[in-house]
């Protein structure tokens, strides 16, 4: 029996993903841009066993068994693995796998489980079978969730939307030490799994919003050069308002979405509110928010600015007796390093 085990770290976009041009490939309508966070913090951990005394492929995800069969993304990404292994150590037909992974932070609730979860799959698969290219494993993640290629490189990644499986790939715009003073704030508002998942939230979108194909038409790829900049410069200020203003109209798209799709809630609006209270304070971008489809807000700002930003959240989260705090937990990121096994 052979067994391995990876680790994979979540990737929180600063440019969104949201709308495929190709379902079945997961070609996504834009580019996206993302900040991989380090490990130690929310990432997934993945065991794979293989063998020939199983007699069938099983995997459990958070102590649930999840039927692969029923799951045409989890089939694909193992499929392509075994096609893929054909070049390399092969994948004898009697020989099956039992996968086991774990989040240690909450799953589906809008902090990129789906991106950590398959990024750490897809490595490990790969890993068992001797398959090393990032290019690859970074496309196979991509055909688990869109967002999963952009995980398995560290620093800050844009994802080019491209046209096919080809074309469509991730690549490094820094590594983790090039900018190191960045960190982000992780604010638990609210774990539990949300109502729209981002694959169905995404479809409804593409089929009735306008809003959606004025952003990919006009808008994301000014956002993408911005920021881009912004980063080559280390720019924090401009980095901080291209990051709130595209996050603003990833939600504005939901809100233009029929029937409309709610992922932020009332407290992340008012971490919305303090933030920008916060900048207007200090004449500057000291911080800025962004939020995936969930009400959790990621945070982005400076080490030197880690101290204040966090004394500021919970004090205006802390409930009147004082003893509880309605933002459950809060981490962030000393570096960003690469997944690993
Ligand atoms: P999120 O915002 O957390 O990424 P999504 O709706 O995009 O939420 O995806 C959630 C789905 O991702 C889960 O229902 C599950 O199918 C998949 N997923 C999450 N974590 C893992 C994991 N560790 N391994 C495999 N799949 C995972
Ligand atoms: C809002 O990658 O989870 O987090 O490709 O259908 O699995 P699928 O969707 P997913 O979508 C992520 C959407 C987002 C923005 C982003 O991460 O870029
Ligand atoms: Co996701």
Redesign the pocket.
């Known amino acids: 029996m052979k067994i391995i085990t990876a680790q994979a770290p979540v990737?929180i976009?600063v440019i969104?993903?949201?709308g495929?041009k190709d379902e079945n490939l997961?070609i996504p309508l834009n580019d996206?841009i993302?900040g991989t966070l380090s490990m130690e913090h929310l990432c997934a951990t993945t065991s794979i066993a293989f063998s020939n005394e199983f007699d069938s492929n099983r995997m459990w995800l958070n102590n649930v068994e999840v039927k692969i069969e029923d799951n045409k993304r989890l089939v694909r990404c193992i499929e392509n693995v075994r096609k893929l292994a054909e070049s390399t150590i092969g994948w004898p037909s009697d020989h099956h796998i039992r996968i086991c992974s774990k989040n240690n932070f909450p799953t589906a609730a809008?902090l990129?489980s789906?991106?950590a979860g398959y990024a750490c799959l897809c490595y490990a698969l790969c890993k068992l079978f001797e398959i090393n290219d990032p290019k690859i494993i970074s496309s196979l993640a991509r055909l688990g969730?869109?967002?999963?290629c952009r995980s398995i490189y560290g620093g800050i990644v844009r994802w080019i939307a491209g046209y096919d499986h080809q074309t469509s790939i991730a690549r490094q715009v820094i590594t983790e030490n090039e900018w190191p003073e960045i960190r982000i704030l992780v604010c638990v508002v609210n774990d539990h799994r949300k109502d729209t998942s981002?694959?169905f939230g995404?479809q409804l979108s593409c089929q009735t919003s306008p809003l959606i194909k004025y952003r990919a038409e006009h808008v994301v790829l000014e956002h993408c050069d911005q920021i881009t900049k912004a980063i080559m410069e280390r720019n924090f200020e401009k980095f901080a308002e291209i990051t709130m203003k595209d996050s603003n109209q990833?939600h504005a798209i939901c809100q233009d979405t029929y029937p409309p799709i709610r992922y932020m809630n009332d407290i992340s609006w008012s971490i919305v509110n303090l933030i920008h209270f916060i900048n207007n304070l200090f004449g500057y971008n000291v911080a800025c928010y962004t939020f995936?489809?969930g009400p959790n807000a990621c945070i982005y700002c400076l080490d030197n600015n880690v101290p204040i930003l966090i004394k500021s959240i919970r004090r205006m989260f802390q409930k009147s007796d004082g003893t509880e705090l309605a933002i459950n937990g809060i981490t962030y990121q000393t570096d960003q390093i690469n997944i690993d096994q």
Do not use: E, H
Request: aromatic letters at 14%; charged letters at 15%.
């Open positions: 990737n976009a969104k993903y949201w495929k997961i996206s993302s809008g990129a789906s991106a969730s869109g967002s999963a981002s694959t995404m990833f995936d489809a």
